[in-house]
Structure formats: C-alpha cells, structure tokens
C-alpha cells in the first residue's frame, strides 16, 4: 500500500464524526439511543448501499464486502455514541 493511503485514511474518519457531529447538533438529538439510530440509518443509506455496488458491479468478494460492512457500522455507531454525549457549549445570551 502507498505510504500517503495510510495519512488519508484517517481523514475519512474523521470527516465522517465532524459531520455526524453537526448533524447530532442540528436536530437536537441529545440521548445515545437516538444518536445510535441514526447512526446506523446513515450507515444502511449510505454505506451499505455504496457497498453493495462495490460487490455487485465492482467484483468485491461478499464475505470482504461484509467485514467492511461491519466496520463501518461499529464506526458509525461508536462515533455517534460519543457525540451525542460530548459536552455542549452553552448557548450565548441574546
């Protein structure tokens, strides 16, 4: 593997919980259970639906295309649980 693929990973990542971060924020979802379910909803319109391309069109083996399915959902999950109970700044005073 090219040695710059493993500084552009984490990138991925990291984009993905800043988005999932200002999501959580804009509709207010402030338990685990709701941030949890959505992120597995985004991760089943999203992911899973790229995915399946990936193994249908593209020749990627299913059993690789499960275990990268299951990644991602453990990612998308985790990442979701934990920002759903960051702390929150205050809101400023009008």
Do not use: C, N
């Amino acid at each position: 593997m090219a040695p710059w693929k493993f500084f552009v990973a984490p990138l991925r990542e990291l984009f993905t919980a800043w988005f999932l971060a200002w999501l959580i924020g804009r509709l207010g979802i402030a338990d685990w259970k709701a941030a949890a379910g959505l992120g597995a909803l985004l991760w089943a319109a999203f992911y899973v639906i790229q995915l399946a391309g990936a193994v249908i069109f593209d020749g990627m083996s299913p059993a690789l295309g499960v275990a990268h399915a299951g990644d991602w959902l453990g990612k998308m999950l985790i990442m979701a649980i934990i920002v759903s109970d960051w702390p929150r700044r205050p809101a400023a005073a009008a």
